[in-house]
């Protein structure tokens, strides 16, 4: 009898579940989250400068017109 991690016919060698996906998941997750501490910043000076815009035009509505 044959054990899980013993070559078949083709050569190729039988994996678990775990030892297919848990690899792609780590990576997965891992990049998302460098993604994620990379672009902060640059998502941060977005929302303060729409911000800043969004009061402006409040304020220009409200003395101007």
Known sequence: MQSRHEADDEGAV???I???YY???VATFTGNLLADIMLYPLETILYRLYLQV???CR???LHIC
């Open 14 to 16: 039988d994996r678990t």
């Open 54 to 56: 969004i009061a402006c």
């Open 23 to 25: 690899p792609e998941l």
């Open 18 to 20: 775990y030892e297919m």
């Open 59 to 61: 304020w220009c509505l």
